[in-house]
């Protein structure tokens, strides 16, 4: 799980591929969880929540780049 401060720091490919991983980890684990019980119960939570906070960074700089400069 990365912080937000970590994930600032990355590039967008960077941030698409972080997002790619989360999204696979955050499916194996909901996988897991209906088929079995999960060791740790919070990471498909926590998985969530990661996966917000990278869109939340892409969708920032997306807004910075599309608008005109003030």
Known sequence: MSKAKELRE???DQL???????????F?????STTEKLDVPSA??????EI?????LLRERE???AAPPA
């Open 10 to 12: 990355m590039s967008v």
């Open 63 to 65: 807004l910075a780049q």
């Open 44 to 49: 498909v939570r926590k998985t969530r929540r």
């Open 52 to 56: 917000a906070r990278i869109k939340t």
């Open 16 to 26: 698409e591929h972080s997002l790619r991983e989360a999204q696979e980890s955050w």
């Open 28 to 32: 194996k684990l909901r996988v897991q």
